[in-house]
């Protein structure tokens, strides 16, 4: 985003502003709901405020436009490879040496573009790691009582909870309880039903 100095030109606006701004303009409406569902380990402790609501939704909105610059990244990619895979003689490739070194030919061009890219997707990365940390925070500040509970969830409801931590033990014993009612049991039958081959990988 970018603001306006009065002189005419434009300048990126400030990581704080930003956010506040976006988070301003967040109407109830607008609001993204978590595809979270409850389970049956799960304990819920309150419902989510507008605060909340609203961090949580920019926060789906900034990785929606993280995976759009992200895409077309790999298409900028795609287009470099499918170039220099055309380049076959010593004479094209010192063409395209040349062009990509000149400024305003398509090949440079490209290449700058390339490059703007991904300095948008670092950013945006940075940008949507931390107001998933102010997301998460909010609602630990909130709810001191989930400050301890390793595992924290909001959910489609808007309610948040948090979930029991299961052990390995448990999730082997579920693994043998699904092959027992599936009529199997055998080494063999558990190495198929966990996608392993002869060497355990």
Not at 20 to 40: C, K, M, Y
Not at 96 to 112: A, I, N
Not at 165 to 185: A, K, M, P, Q, Y
């Amino acid at each position: 985003m970018t603001q306006n100095n009065g002189n005419g030109s434009t300048a990126p606006i400030g990581v704080h502003e930003e956010i506040s701004q976006r988070l301003a303009v967040i109407t109830p409406e607008q609001f993204v709901a978590p595809d979270l569902t409850r389970g049956e380990n799960d304990h819920i402790v309150a419902i989510a405020t507008d605060g909340i609501k609203r961090l949580f939704t920019l926060r789906t909105l900034l990785a929606d436009e993280l995976d759009e610059i992200a895409a077309n990244g790999r298409k900028m990619a795609m287009q470099n490879l499918l170039t220099l895979l055309k380049v076959s003689t010593e004479e094209e490739i010192g063409r395209v040496s040349k062009e990509l070194q000149t400024p305003g030919s398509p090949l440079s061009e490209q290449h700058e573009a390339v490059k703007r890219n991904s300095n948008d997707l670092e950013l945006k990365t940075s940008l949507v790691e931390l107001v998933d940390k102010m997301c998460w925070l909010e609602v630990r500040r909130q709810h001191p009582e989930l400050t301890a509970r390793p595992t924290v969830g909001v959910y489609s409801d808007w309610n948040l909870g948090w979930r029991e931590e299961r052990d390995e033990e448990e999730d082997i014993e579920d693994v043998f309880r699904i092959l027992r009612i599936s009529g199997h049991g055998s080494a063999s039958d558990l190495s198929a039903v966990l996608g392993l081959d002869g060497d355990g990988h």
